[in-house]
């Protein structure tokens, strides 16, 4: 299996994002979540259609945190989850794009 050095630099370099960011959560949880809107926008910004964080919820991926009990309250996400699950689908990506290319 052969991986670019360009796809693995970009995926370390995401994994330790991931793992700053699960610091800046363990270290003030508070500051980890951001709101679904702004959740929607870091997708989009990273090449992701918006409605990929309703499909990642769906499948358990990411778990949304409601801040009332109101049908209008905001919904929260971890940031810190959704890097880690970006992080995955990239490492998915590369590791089938280099199976397939050994093949």
């Known amino acids: 299996m052969n991986i670019e050095l360009k796809d ?10 991931a793992g ?12 980890d979540y951001i709101k679904q809107s702004e959740a929607k926008r870091y997708i989009s910004r990273l090449g992701y259609k918006p409605a ?6 769906d499948a358990r991926l990411l ?20 890097k880690a ?6 490492l998915h990506g590369i590791t089938t794009k280099a199976a397939h290319d050994y093949v």
């Open 20 to 31: 700053v960011q699960k610091y800046v959560k363990s270290i003030d949880p508070a500051a």
């Open 52 to 57: 990929m964080l309703q499909r990642w919820t």
């Open 63 to 82: 778990t949304p945190v409601k801040t009332g009990d109101a049908q209008n309250s905001s919904v929260l996400y971890s940031l810190s989850d959704i």
């Open 85 to 90: 699950v970006i992080s995955s689908l990239r």
């Open 8 to 17: 693995l630099l970009g995926l370390i370099s995401e994994a330790v994002d």
